[in-house]
T-cell receptor, first 118, second 113 residues
Framework: NAGVTQTPKFRILKIGQSMTLQCAQDMNHNYMYWYRQDPGMGLKLIYYSVGAGITDKGEVPNGYNVSRSTTEDFPLRLELAAPSQTSVYFC?????????????????FGPGTRLTVL | GENVEQHPSTLSVQEGDSAVIKCTYSDSASNYFPWYKQELGKRPQLIIDIRSNVGEKKDQRIAVTLNKTAKHFSLHITETQPEDSAVYFCAATGYSSASKIIFGSGTRLSIRP
């Protein structure tokens, strides 16, 4: 299994440009997530999805959009790039939690996309 | 909303000594507490996790303890080695918010030779 893959690895955008960050997983995970990690900082959730056709906002969704047409793919769209969106973007996936008694669902992360907006 | 606080933000220990990182969480419904390690330029990877029905879990040199009453949990690394140098993130999730995990802000651990 390839696990979670992301493309591109690096990208430089000009202010106002648009782009789509690709994420795919081959583990048949229902749950998928997009995080951003600013330099020296933690992970902030942008959007997540609990299954094909279902998406929801995380902590920092402004300036981004997502879609989930298949179980495997979860692309992240930046419509009008701004310098504040300079960051490393991580996609992750997991199985649903096993339930109230068990709890927990390990997240598997992709290698990340380093985006710079100038 | 749910919040996870992590301390310290940086930690430097002598090789061979122990390191302890502490986290507190706000949602009493949280029942799963993973720890992730992120090496420089790499992706976060799970190193150990604990569920709310367990007070302590150990895996070789790393251990995690959970105090549900106080709503805090800790990562303990013994006999530290240079390869332990990384950023460590704690996280919490619960059945009520099972679709997402809330991460702490991270601890940069440096091992001095």
């Amino acid at each position: 299994n390839a696990g979670v893959t992301q493309t591109p690895k690096f990208r430089i955008l000009k202010i106002g440009q648009s782009m789509t960050l690709q994420c795919a997983q081959d583990m048949n995970h229902n749950y998928m997530y997009w995080y951003r990690q600013d330099p020296g900082m933690g992970l902030k959730l942008i959007y997540y999805s609990v299954g094909a056709g279902i998406t929801d906002k995380g902590e920092v969704p402004n300036g981004y959009n997502v879609s989930r047409s298949t179980t495997e793919d979860f692309p992240l769209r930046l419509e009008l790039a701004a310098p504040s969106q300079t960051s490393v973007y991580f996609c992750a996936s997991s199985y649903p939690p096993p339930g109230l008694a068990g709890g927990g669902n390990e997240q598997f992360f992709g290698p990340g996309t380093r985006l710079t907006v100038l | 909303g749910e919040n996870v606080e992590q301390h310290p933000s940086t930690l430097s220990v002598q090789e061979g000594d122990s390191a302890v990182i502490k986290c507190t969480y706000s949602d009493s419904a949280s029942n799963y507490f993973p720890w992730y390690k992120q090496e420089l330029g790499k992706r976060p990877q799970l190193i150990i996790d604990i569920r709310s029905n367990v007070g302590e879990k150990k895996d070789q040199r790393i251990a995690v303890t959970l105090n549900k009453t106080a709503k805090h949990f800790s990562l303990h690394i013994t006999e530290t080695q240079p390869e332990d140098s990384a950023v460590y993130f704690c996280a919490a999730t619960g059945y009520s918010s099972a679709s997402k995990i809330i991460f702490g802000s991270g601890t940069r651990l440096s091992i001095r030779p």
